[in-house]
T-cell receptor
């Protein structure tokens, strides 16, 4: 079946511009996560959506970052006024939160380069 | 805040040997610990979960241990193969909702 998809796969933008990154989770998965991975770094948690609950935004690094999830499915991560330090791979994951594993299914990521 | 450390240096081993990767953590008492595999240019892929009340878990050639006293997990790949070459990430959580990831260890299995 279809996995998690993300678009675009690569994005180059100029400093100061806004960008939108999209995530299509696996159908039926109630949980959706956004992470950021910089070169040589681990995955940095950004935001978590679970069903109709208020999202956990505790990982967002600044108020330039925001995310929404429409209809419990597709999610968009928006970065306003991009800075060079925002350059990273942005990964989305979805999960059924099955207690046997809490397995997260990751998309291929969006590589963002801010020039 | 919680700190999660994995082998900072890349690990190179000979094919057929057992690879052992470590995941150490501080300032945290996780109830769950996961291991993921990540290949270049791709998202991580789930391998195993172990709970705080489990000492060891196995899956095919993989074995994971979880020592809550030492605050450490060991990840073993027995009879390693070149196809096992990848970066391996550990992830910890208190609940099943939010996992904190380590920086990963790069493993190369030499034929």
């Amino acid at each position: 079946g279809a996995g998690v998809s993300q678009s675009p796969s690569n994005k180059v933008t100029e400093k100061g511009k806004d960008v939108e990154l999209r995530c299509d989770p696996i159908s039926g998965h109630t949980a959706l996560y956004w992470y950021r991975q910089s070169l040589g770094q681990g995955l940095e948690f950004l935001i978590y959506f679970q069903g109709n609950s208020a999202p956990d935004k505790s990982g967002l690094p600044s108020d330039r970052f925001s995310a929404e999830r429409t209809g419990g499915s597709v999610s968009t991560l928006t970065i306003q006024r991009t800075q060079q330090e925002d350059s990273a791979v942005y990964l989305c994951a979805s999960s059924l939160l099955r207690q046997a594993s809490y397995e997260q299914y990751f998309g291929p990521g969006t590589r963002l380069t801010v020039t | 805040s919680q700190k999660i450390e994995q082998n900072s240096e890349a690990l190179n081993i000979q094919e057929g040997k057992t690879a052992t990767l470590t995941c150490n953590y501080t300032n945290y008492s996780p109830a769950y610990l996961q291991w993921y595999r990540q290949d270049p240019g791709r998202g991580p892929v789930f391998l195993l979960l172990i709970r705080e009340n489990e000492k060891e878990k196995r899956k095919e050639r993989l074995k994971v241990t979880f020592d809550t006293t030492l605050k450490q997990s060991l990840f073993h790949i027995t009879a390693s193969q070149p196809a096992d070459s990848a970066t391996y990430l550990c992830a910890l959580a208190n609940t099943g909702n939010q996992f904190y990831f380590g920086t990963g260890t790069s493993l190369t299995v030499i034929p």
